[in-house]
C-alpha cells in the first residue's frame, strides 16, 4: 500500500474552494475549484514570485490572488523576511514597518526558525505522510507570521493550520498566531487541548476526493517516496 503527502495547505486550498464556490464547474478558469485543481494535480505556477510564496506556505488560492492583490502578497513576504533579518541582526531600522516587526522577532527570537515537520499518520485506512514547515518552534509553542491589512479576533479560529501543527509536533502545548499590517500586531492563541482533531477534515476531504472521483488524482500526484 502507498503512502501520500498530506498538507495544511492542500486542505486549505479545498476547504477555502468548498467555502467560496462549492457549485462551479471544475473546468472553469480561474475560479476557486479551477484553482484548486491545479493545486491537486501539483501544476507549476508560471513566476518567480509563486514559487517563492509556495516556499512561503502560502495556499495556492492564496499565490493566485497575486493577480489581483501581488503588493499584499510581496508585503507578507517582506514582513516575514524582516522578521528573520531582526533576529539575525541585518535589518533597517528605518524601516516603517520595523518597529512592529521587532515586536513578532523578540516572540520569535530563540526558536527554531522554519523547522521542517513530518509524521506518518493513518486516517480511513490510508498511510499518509503528514508534512508541515513553521515559522518558528520556541519552548513547547509554536508561532506562525501572519501579514494582514485587517485584524478581527478569532480571524484563524476556523484555519487548519493549528490543528494540522499540534498533531505534527506533539510537544507543543500552543499555538500563536502572530499577525501584522506592519503598525499594529495582534497575537491570537490557541492551545492544544481546546484544538479539534484534524483527521476528520482529512477524512472529509477523502469522502469528498471519492465522490467527485479525483482520489486517483491525488494518490497519483501526491504519493511520497
Not at 517563492?52 to 497575486?66: I, L, N
Not at 480571524?155 to 499577525?179: C, G, N, V, W
Not at 479539534?196 to 482520489?215: C, G, Y
Request: glycine fraction near 6%; charge should be negative; charged fraction near 25%.
Amino acid at each position: 500500500m502507498g503512502r501520500y503527502l498530506m498538507t495544511h495547505s492542500l486542505l486549505a486550498s479545498w476547504l477555502y474552494t468548498m467555502k467560496e464556490n462549492p457549485y462551479e464547474d471544475m473546468t472553469t478558469e480561474r475560479d476557486p475549484m479551477g484553482e484548486f485543481m491545479q493545486t491537486l494535480r501539483r501544476e507549476p505556477t508560471p513566476t518567480t514570485e509563486a514559487e517563492e510564496m509556495r516556499m512561503k506556505g502560502y495556499t495556492y488560492q492564496q499565490e493566485t490572488a497575486r493577480k489581483v492583490g501581488l503588493e499584499a502578497m510581496q508585503n507578507g513576504i517582506k514582513f516575514e523576511d524582516m522578521v528573520t533579518d531582526i533576529i539575525n541582526g541585518r535589518a533597517d531600522p528605518n524601516d516603517p514597518w520595523y518597529a512592529a516587526a521587532e515586536k513578532v522577532a523578540r516572540r520569535c527570537a530563540g526558536g527554531v526558525l522554519q523547522y521542517k515537520a513530518k509524521k506518518i499518520v493513518e486516517v480511513g485506512g490510508m498511510s499518509l505522510l503528514l508534512y508541515g514547515r513553521l515559522d518558528c518552534l520556541k519552548a513547547g509553542e509554536i508561532i506562525d507570521v501572519k501579514f494582514t491589512k485587517s485584524y478581527d479576533t478569532g480571524k484563524f479560529f476556523s484555519s487548519t493550520q493549528h490543528p494540522t501543527y499540534f498533531e505534527l509536533i506533539p510537544e507543543a502545548r500552543q499555538f500563536t498566531y502572530i499577525a501584522s499590517n506592519g503598525r499594529d500586531v495582534w497575537p491570537e492563541t490557541y492551545f492544544r487541548e481546546d484544538a479539534p482533531s484534524i483527521f476528520p477534515v482529512i477524512s472529509d476531504f477523502f469522502d469528498w476526493l471519492r465522490a467527485v472521483d479525483l482520489m486517483q488524482v491525488y494518490q497519483e500526484k501526491w504519493a511520497t517516496l
